[in-house]
């Protein structure tokens, strides 16, 4: 089942500005996590986010998570053409029979034109 | 650097031949997990191991079983390769959840891109 949904399913912007993804779930959470993944690759760990907390930062990276209207952001900021990948949410339930899983969305694909 | 291999990078086989995909790790991982990733679909989870002999079936188990003998090694095996399993396999470990806290962080292989013909 799909948990997480990103939002534009593709994005494309000029070298140095910032790119905003977007992600939604449907159902109570305890983490959600971002992944990257370049093209015909595997995906690389971005962030995680707990569910008590609201924003993370990483480097170039900031998060936010709002558990009340259960979405997430991922913000970029000044974009480089290496940032151009394919980005995804993840969720995780943290307990019952789901416990161990992440769900993935479907991706963002970031296009970072130089 | 946390390291998982996958056997192949591109992998064609023919239809009705079984399968081995191998996916080693070196991070002392208990869980290990096998995704099939298609256009339009994103990443769907196969199979998950969180022990040695243990295995839970994920979303799209259908066609596909999976072994772990050993802690560092998850293989994924389609018994019998049809042409809608052309796809790209994905392995990941990650350690233990935490209670309360969710699931780790997953570290991903390369992928095998696999064609069934």
């Known amino acids: 089942s799909q948990q997480g949904e990103e939002d534009p399913q593709a994005l494309s912007i000029q070298e140095g500005e910032n790119a905003t993804m977007n992600c939604s779930y449907k159902?109570?959470?305890?983490?959600l996590q971002w992944y990257r993944q370049n093209s015909g690759r595997g995906l690389v760990h971005l962030i995680l986010?707990?569910?008590?907390?609201r924003e993370k930062h990483s480097g170039r990276l900031r998060v936010t998570l709002d558990t009340s209207k259960k979405s997430s952001s991922l913000l970029i900021t000044a974009s480089r053409a290496a940032d151009t990948a394919s980005y995804f949410c993840?969720?995780?339930?943290?307990?019952?029979?789901?416990?161990?899983?992440?769900?993935f969305g479907k991706g963002t694909k970031l296009s970072v034109i130089p | 650097d946390v390291k998982v291999t996958q056997s192949s990078r591109y992998l064609v086989k023919r239809t009705g031949e079984k399968v081995f995909l191998e996916c080693v790790q070196d991070?002392?991982?208990?869980?290990m997990f096998w995704y099939r990733q298609d256009p339009g679909l994103g990443l769907r989870l196969i199979y998950f191991?969180?022990?040695?002999?243990?295995?839970e079936k994920g979303d799209i188990p259908e066609g596909y079983s999976v072994s772990r003998e050993k802690k560092e090694r998850f293989s994924l095996i389609l018994e019998s390769a049809s042409t809608n399993q052309t796809s790209m396999y994905l392995c990941?470990?990650?350690?233990?959840?935490?209670?309360?806290?969710?699931?780790?962080?997953?570290?991903f292989g390369p992928g095998t891109r696999l064609t069934v013909l």
């Open positions: 986010i707990r569910s008590n907390e």
């Open positions: 993840a969720t995780g339930l943290g307990s019952g029979a789901g416990s161990y899983q992440l769900t």
């Open positions: 990941a470990s990650s350690f233990p959840l935490v209670w309360r806290e969710g699931p780790d962080t997953q570290y």
């Open positions: 191991s969180y022990d040695v002999k243990m295995k």
């Open positions: 159902t109570s959470i305890n983490n």
């Open positions: 991070m002392d991982h208990e869980n």
